[in-house]
């Protein structure tokens, strides 16, 4: 399987607009575009292979489900991990012949993306030096009142800064990356040392970030259980995704209505309450 250029190209531009402020902000751009359960997707449509993109996207996203940026510090570029980790992967499984679905198969795709996401930091960090430059020039403009000249600020120059350091690195990487993926599938046999540790640490990723989305939900003992109340679901019963969900949706309604009553029912005792004392202070009276 091989990447073609317009291909490649179409990468690089979802890049950009995984992290454009002008792409309907960070919400429409970084935390959807560039989540890779998103970007499984859209790489799957570009490459004609809707079905492992998915697959495979949403095994990169179990390990970067809790992943934040507070003040910008970045463990890990997303953009890289979803337009660049992704099709590495699809080519890699089937290039080697690799299940999408299976362990081994996803364990590949989360190495990969991990990897790539590591390397993607310095794109990051080189996007926002850029950045830098059209930021001082906004202020020069503030300063002199020149307020159109920051729309050109805010929503034309920083394309300069994520052609550079997204667009054009994703773009070369895809393209020559296949070549990487025919010297892994040549050099390293399946049933060697080296790629059964690579098997092994993909597949324990996805359980770091389980570990931290819990670390982070977690706040109490009893908490515990209604995290692992999906896991025992999928497990005891056999659901699926969508019906835990629905499950879940139903126990959150039940709690909601309950907290509801309770609040309906001390709000008159809490009146009567009152009522009372008033009547007591009357009759001391």
Known sequence: ????????????????????????????????????????LIVGLIMGDVQTGIYLGAAIQVVYIALVTPGGTVSA???????????????????????????????????????????????FYGTATVNLVWQHMGWRALEKGDLRKLYVVDMGLPW???????????FIITKVGVNMVDLMKAYLPMDGIAMKTLFTVGSLLPAVGIAILLKQVATKPVDLLTFLFGFTLAACMGLNLIAASVVGGFFAVINYRIKLLSIHKTAPVAADAGTD????DEEEI
């Open 77 to 123: 570029d997303v953009r890289a991990i979803s337009y660049i980790g992704i099709p590495l992967s699809i080519v890699a499984v089937h290039g080697m012949g690799l299940d999408p679905a299976s362990a081994e198969g996803q364990a590949m795709a989360v190495t990969l993306g991990s990897a790539v996401g590591t390397l993607g930091t310095v794109l």
């Open 160 to 170: 300069i800064s994520h052609i550079l350091c997204s667009f054009i690195p994703t």
């Open 277 to 280: 004392e008033f009547d007591d």
């Open 1 to 40: 399987m091989e990447i073609q250029v317009w291909q490649a190209a179409l990468f690089g531009l979802f890049a950009c607009l995984a992290s454009m402020p002008g792409l309907g902000g960070t919400v429409f751009g970084n935390y959807t575009l560039g989540r890779p359960l998103v970007a499984g």
